[in-house]
């Protein structure tokens, strides 16, 4: 959504979700490695373990839309 409307970037950011620090066309996310880790240290998130970590960034935009 905001990679084709970037001028939304802060404007429907809730609790949960805030633009400009989390959505990489915003500014903000982090950049991950081939594993879906961002190489910050140990979150107990790394794609192996079950919890979710290797969903995608897509997958998440396309559950979003």
Do not use: H, K
């Amino acid at each position: 959504m905001y990679t084709q409307n970037p001028g939304w970037c802060g404007g429907y950011d809730t609790a949960e979700f805030i633009s400009r620090e989390m959505c990489c066309v915003c500014g903000g996310g982090r950049e991950l490695d081939d594993n879906g880790d961002d190489d910050s240290g140990d979150d107990g998130n790394d794609g192996d373990d079950g919890n979710g970590g290797d969903q995608s960034v897509q997958d998440l935009v396309d559950a979003a839309a």
